[in-house]
């Protein structure tokens, strides 16, 4: 479920509801932010923080990545959202809308699984393990050390950031299809709440959305356990790691600069870190 956030008169009112989160200031240019679920909260809490003193007025709606970068492309926002890296296809197909990138914050993607098959024992595996799972050619959860149990297997829309970026590691293949998936998600909390529903299931999330019934597994990467923290990611170790970024066609200009300008310096980077991510000068 997502939040309407509605800035006016100098008041901010807050409200539950099914759609997209959005933030609109009453007066000023508009700025249109368009994308990927992982980078919306920096880019919504960003937006309100920087309506204080201005009086652009800024929506910023979900979609996932590929949507984030379409719109721009397509002129329907001045801002994609996305948790990936503009793929080679894209670039291609797109050079003329002149691309350019800006990185406001780091972000890792974990493997999760229900807390059910953490506790019963499933608490690390390894790339080929998980190949083997989205693949299908392993069903139950005891042929990796598990409970009898069939899998669920949770995959993502192919146009989703998080999605891209996981494949890649356990594939080497952003595009890779999964014949073993039974369930295709879109936003990181509705594959959230779909894997703490079930007591069998695996999929991919950002750390962000880990939680107590959500649990991220180790990963066994050349004979060495990895733990899924925000310390091995500092580190350097975890290797599934993506920027966060903010697309735009061309250099920006005018306020569309300004609001880009502001996530990156102090006050917006310390939104980036409030936001449960790592801001870009810390690497």
Known sequence: MGRYVRVWAGLVFILAVSFPLVVVADTGSRIQIVGSTTVLPVASRSAQKFMESSSSRILVNAGGSGVGIHSVVGGRADIG????????????????????????????????????????????????????????????????????????????????????????????????????????????NEEQAKIAQSDSAIGMLSFNWINEDVKAVSLLDHGKEIMPTWESVRQG?????????????????????????????????KIVEESGYIPIENP
């Open 81 to 188: 959202m996305a948790s990936r890296e503009i793929s080679l296809d894209e670039s291609n197909r797109f050079e003329k809308s002149h691309l350019k990138i800006h990185p406001v914050g780091l972000d890792a993607v974990a493997c999760v699984v229900s807390s059910e098959i953490y506790q019963a024992g499933v608490q690390q595996l390894t790339a080929r393990q998980i190949a083997g799972i989205y693949l299908g050619e392993i069903r139950n959860w005891k042929e990796v050390g598990g409970p009898n149990k069939k899998i669920v297997v949770v995959d993502k829309e192919r146009h989703r950031g998080t999605r891209h970026v996981f494949m890649e590691y356990v594939f080497g293949n952003a595009s890779q299809r999964t014949p073993g998936t039974l369930l295709v998600t879109g936003s990181n």
């Open 237 to 269: 170790s975890y290797p599934i790691v993506r920027k966060l970024n903010f697309i735009t066609a061309g250099n920006p200009k005018g306020e569309v600069k300004a609001f880009i300008d502001f996530v990156k310096g102090p006050e917006g980077q």
